[in-house]
T-cell receptor, first 112, second 115 residues
Framework: AQSVTQPDIHITVSEGASLELRCNYS??????LFWYVQSPGQGLQLLLK??????LVQGIKGFEAEFKRSQSSFNLRKPSVHWSDAAEYFC??????????FGAGTTVTVRA | NAGVTQTPKFQVLKTGQSMTLQCAQD?????MSWYRQDPGMGLRLIHY???????DQGEVPNGYNVSRSTTEDFPLRLLSAAPSQTSVYFC??????????????FGQGTRLTVV
């Protein structure tokens, strides 16, 4: 069965420090991978997506993610975190034409 | 442009009551879906629709009904609410069903409590 694992439930990072959020997937075919962000009280917003090609993907708000097939990972990174990046982050895999399977999410706290 | 609009934002129900969560989008998207979000479980797909008159079940459909009479609207009905349905519900839409082609746009959610 397809699954998405986000090993870190909660991460605290200082403003200006780098951030990396981990995502591992289990899927038999070539995956279509996504990262979404959910700010408090809001819906989900797409940060970036990977379909094929270059394994380093650039997204909005200064985020990037790298697809590593050998590790079944799609980790999200940001070089310098801003206080506004405090949110919950979800990794998702497109498991067929119509369905997204989401990880449990990672909550990011940014301290001054 | 309103995007995806969900109503109500908050709702408290008693066990056994019924209600309908509304979802409307003004982007002429073909594909719409309902998810529920529970702590530690991410989002799970309840039902989805690939166009007017066509719906199908997701991974957690029990206790929920949907219909899609127009492109714009995709209501989610709880026939007899149970405490296990306490959750935050999100509606999403995309231009086409295939996630590999399009971005899913999410509403702001409905926080439902069943007592």
């Amino acid at each position: 069965a397809q699954s998405v694992t986000q090993p870190d439930i909660h991460i605290t990072v200082s403003e200006g420090a780098s951030l990396e959020l981990r995502c591992n997937y289990s899927y038999g075919a070539t995956p279509y991978l996504f990262w979404y962000v959910q700010s408090p009280g809001q819906g989900l917003q797409l940060l970036l997506k990977y379909f094929s090609g270059d394994t380093l993907v650039q997204g909005i708000k200064g985020f990037e993610a790298e697809f590593k097939r050998s590790q079944s990972s799609f980790n999200l990174r940001k070089p310098s975190v801003h206080w506004s990046d405090a949110a919950e982050y979800f990794c998702a895999v497109g498991i067929n034409d119509y369905k997204l399977s989401f990880g449990a999410g990672t909550t990011v706290t940014v301290r001054a | 442009n309103a995007g995806v609009t969900q109503t109500p934002k908050f709702q408290v129900l008693k066990t056994g009551q019924s209600m309908t969560l509304q979802c409307a989008q003004d982007m002429n998207h073909e594909y719409m879906s309902w998810y529920r979000q529970d702590p530690g479980m991410g989002l799970r797909l309840i039902h989805y629709s690939v166009g007017a008159g066509i719906t199908d079940q997701g991974e957690v459909p029990n206790g929920y009904n949907v219909s899609r009479s127009t492109t714009e609207d995709f209501p989610l009905r709880l026939l007899s609410a149970a405490p296990s349905q306490t959750s935050v519900y999100f509606c999403a839409s995309s231009l086409q069903g295939r996630p590999l082609n399009t971005e899913a746009f999410f509403g702001q959610g409905t926080r439902l409590t069943v007592v």
